[in-house]
Each structure stands twice: as structure tokens, then as C-alpha cells.
T-cell receptor
Framework: LAKTTQPISMDSYEGQEVNITCSHNNIATNDYITWYQQFPSQGPRFIIQGYKTKVTNEVASLFIPADRKSSTLSLPRVSLSDTAVYYCLVYSGNTPLVFGKGTRLSVIA | GAGVSQSPSNKVTEKGKDVELRCDPISGHTALYWYRQSLGQGLEFLIYFQGNSAPDKSGLPSDRFSAERTGGSVSTLTIQRTQQEDSAVYLC??????????????FGPGTRLTVL
């Protein structure tokens, strides 16, 4: 069973900021919070990873509250090309990933 | 800077036939994973290789499925006596062994298997 809960789908207009929240109430001390992106007919692609507070890279930001029981992936100014499925995972080390259904983001022009 | 490659990209077979799917991981990655994704579903773990350790086969759905990894590099997933429910996209991923944090897995493009 996936250790995370996230919305099944979200819609957004181009140019808006999109925030996808993920719940992981039973996160372990050693677990990191990681987000992957998957386009149709492609394998998932790593976006961002964090342990606590805030992480930012060229693609997204990841906000993690102090209790680490949830996290929010923030995509600034989305474009049509950001339409994809976004997966939130919590794990540590090199272990097989347990994927849930992910969040299907549809960006509308 | 080649990524993970898989072959073939598409495979159509008849029920009852055996198939072999190949994965070439990123050079230097000691961990290799196989997953499958059925239409509209999330990814399902199948098997995991880490260095010279015995593979973790806990995700294989039946004894018709097997995999090997030769020389710590290329891996082959074999499905014997294929069934229609085996139709899916089979994805391979590889990663470095991380001593801290969580290892980022790099996925290949997948092999789409269709069993008629």
C-alpha cells in the first residue's frame, strides 16, 4: 500500500501557480519526501526531494511542515507542458518505490 | 550521458508464448529495479537487484516471471507462458547506492507488452 495520499486530479490555467498537497501521516524518521513526474508514454522522472522545511530547484518548490506529516509541491506559472501525473513518495535509501495513483494535473490554455 | 535504455519498445505476442525484455541501466548504477504499469494504473514493483546481493523478488506476481542481471549491468525480465493480464508497460529503473537520503531512480522509456 502506498504510504501517501494525494488528490486524484487537478486542473489549472496556464500561468498560474499549482500546489499539490500530499499526506504521509506515518512517515518514518529516515524517510525523505520525493516527487516524480510522469508524462504519457514515458517513465517517471524525479522532480524534487526534501527532508524538512523548504527545498527549491529550477522546476519546483517543496514545502514540508515541522511535523513532516504532509508536504506541498508548488509549480510556479504552469504551462501546457506541465500536464502530467505527479507522484508523491516517502522512502529512504535504495528501496523499491511504492507508487500510489498520483495526481493528474491538467493545464488548460 | 545515456540514460536507462530498454528494448524492445513495443512487443506484441500471443498468449502462451515466452517473452524477454531487456534493460540497460546507467553505467555505474548498482541498483536496478523492474516495475510494471497497467493501463491507467500506478507503477507496481516487480524485482530489485542491488550489487551482488540476492535479488528482492517479492513483487513478482507469479513463478512465470523471472529476471536476471548479468555482470552487474544489463538485466533481462522473462515472462513465460504469457497471459492477457500480463499486458502492461514494463519499466526499468536504476540508481546509485546512496549513503544518505533517498536514491533518485532513473527510469527508462519502458517496453509496452501486448498479449493477444
Amino acid at each position: 500500500l502506498a504510504k501517501t495520499t494525494q488528490p486524484i486530479s487537478m486542473d489549472s490555467y496556464e500561468g498560474q501557480e499549482v500546489n499539490i498537497t500530499c499526506s504521509h501521516n506515518n512517515i518514518a524518521t529516515n524517510d525523505y519526501i520525493t516527487w516524480y513526474q510522469q508524462f504519457p508514454s514515458q517513465g517517471p522522472r524525479f522532480i524534487i526531494q526534501g527532508y524538512k522545511t523548504k527545498v527549491t530547484n529550477e522546476v519546483a518548490s517543496l514545502f514540508i511542515p515541522a511535523d513532516r506529516k504532509s508536504s506541498t509541491l508548488s509549480l510556479p506559472r504552469v504551462s501546457l507542458s506541465d500536464t502530467a501525473v505527479y507522484y508523491c513518495l516517502v522512502y529512504s535509501g535504495n528501496t523499491p518505490l511504492v507508487f500510489g495513483k498520483g495526481t493528474r494535473l491538467s493545464v488548460i490554455a | 550521458g545515456a540514460g536507462v535504455s530498454q528494448s524492445p519498445s513495443n512487443k506484441v505476442t500471443e498468449k502462451g508464448k515466452d517473452v524477454e525484455l531487456r534493460c540497460d541501466p546507467i553505467s555505474g548504477h548498482t541498483a536496478l529495479y523492474w516495475y510494471r504499469q497497467s493501463l491507467g494504473q500506478g507503477l507496481e514493483f516487480l524485482i530489485y537487484f542491488q550489487g551482488n546481493s540476492a535479488p528482492d523478488k517479492s513483487g513478482l506476481p507469479s513463478d512465470r516471471f523471472s529476471a536476471e542481471r548479468t555482470g552487474g549491468s544489463v538485466s533481462t525480465l522473462t515472462i513465460q507462458r504469457t497471459q492477457q493480464e500480463d499486458s502492461a508497460v514494463y519499466l526499468c529503473a536504476s540508481s546509485f547506492v546512496s549513503t544518505s537520503g533517498s536514491g533518485e531512480q532513473f527510469f527508462g522509456p519502458g517496453t509496452r507488452l501486448t498479449v493477444l
